[in-house]
């Protein structure tokens, strides 16, 4: 079992739709942070949310970190084909000095 | 800035054969990863330096894993002897803040 479990697993969506990407913990994290994979590359940090209850806004994303610092979610509005990819969700939990845990992923395909 | 050079990029060896991957960290970051991705384990933390000191290496699988980070600028990760499973894209991520890490292109490394 995973420290962060994030769920769906897999995901395909028409252009335009909208999600929602979950990333959970029965541990409280320091801070979670998302990247986005591609194909051929490494993951890039997306936002960082570090405050219970933070939301951050990035385009037509959104994150949220829950209110106990223990979950975290990503909403994408109109989803575009260029948000295909790989969507990591990766925490530091309380007392772990900057050693990054990360989420199995959520593997992302929208369709034109 | 160049970010985090890897290379190779790709390395295909046999069953047994020695293989050493490189990294070069962002100039001024103090913090190194180096991570392993499959599809069945996701992203794993094999060993993580500060300041040129590895911190924790719990994460190597087994003695045939070994890293170094000789100076600031340059890493190493051997394994010997290499085994089928060892193949995975290997990652190498570096950081100054200690939180946000920006990760390498990889090395996909094929054994046969």
């Known amino acids: 079992t995973q420290l962060l479990e994030q769920s769906p697993q897999f995901l395909s969506i028409q252009e335009g739709e909208n999600l929602t990407v979950y990333c959970n913990s029965s541990?409280?994290?320091?801070?979670l942070q998302w990247y986005r994979q591609e194909p051929g590359e490494g993951p890039v940090l997306l936002v960082t949310?570090?405050?219970?209850?933070e939301v951050k806004k990035l385009k037509r994303l959104t994150f949220q970190f829950g209110d106990a610092r223990k979950d975290s979610s990503l909403h994408i509005t109109a989803a575009q084909p260029g948000d295909t990819g790989l969507y990591l969700c990766?925490?530091?939990?309380?007392?772990?000095?900057?050693?990054?845990?990360f989420g199995g992923g959520t593997r992302l395909m929208v369709k034109p | 800035d160049a970010g985090v050079i890897q290379s190779p990029r790709h390395e295909v060896t046999e069953m047994g054969q020695e293989v050493t991957l490189r990294c070069k960290p962002i100039?001024?970051?103090?913090?190194l990863f180096w991570y392993r991705q499959t599809m069945m384990r996701g992203l794993e933390l094999l060993i993580y330096f500060n300041n040129n000191v590895p911190i924790d290496d719990s994460g190597m699988p087994e003695d045939r894993f070994s890293a170094k980070m000789p100076n600031a600028s340059f890493s190493t990760l051997k394994i010997q002897p290499s085994e089928p499973r060892d193949s995975a894209v290997y990652f190498c991520a570096s950081s100054s803040s200690g939180v946000v890490q920006y990760f390498g292109p990889g090395t996909r490394l094929t054994v046969t």
């Open positions: 949310v570090v405050t219970g209850g």
């Open positions: 100039s001024g970051h103090n913090s």
């Open positions: 541990s409280v994290f320091s801070s």
């Open positions: 990766a925490g530091v939990p309380n007392n772990a000095g900057n050693m990054l845990t």
